[in-house]
């Protein structure tokens, strides 16, 4: 069973930085995608980075050039070190994972960790 489990929130004055982790167990091979996303109450999940095997990373327009996801393979890790960090980016972040072939995107996402919350305050 393939289990996610994220660390690294906390609460946070505007312009400050905090780094979140992701560990994934449970399964014999390595993710092709991992991703992070953020959910506030009342609003859909979204996702603000991902990374697959080779590397390569994408970023949604609200966090680039602040945030960026990196990954040890070694450690079957990601992180996603957040920088400049405003009152907006507050909420509940999840590490995600997809072990489907094709483009890392939401749509081979199917592992979901329980969630970290980040809170930023003015």
């Known amino acids: 069973q393939v289990r996610l489990v994220e660390s690294g929130g906390g609460s946070v004055q505007a312009g400050g930085s905090l780094r979140l982790s992701c560990v994934v167990s449970?399964?014999?091979?390595?993710?092709?995608?991992m991703a992070w996303s953020r959910q506030v109450p009342g609003k859909e999940r979204k996702e603000v980075a991902f990374v697959n095997l080779d590397g390569d990373r994408r970023y949604a327009d609200s966090v680039k050039g602040r945030f960026t996801i990196s990954l040890d393979n070694a450690e079957n890790k990601w992180y996603l070190q957040m920088s400049s960090l405003k009152p907006e980016d507050t909420a509940e972040y999840y590490c995600?994972?997809?072990?489907?072939?094709?483009?890392?995107?939401?749509?081979?996402?199917?592992?979901w960790g329980q969630g970290t919350q980040v809170t930023v305050s003015s």
């Open positions: 995600a994972a997809g072990y489907s072939v094709g483009q890392c995107g939401s749509s081979i996402l199917g592992y």
């Open positions: 449970g399964y014999g091979y390595r993710p092709t995608c």
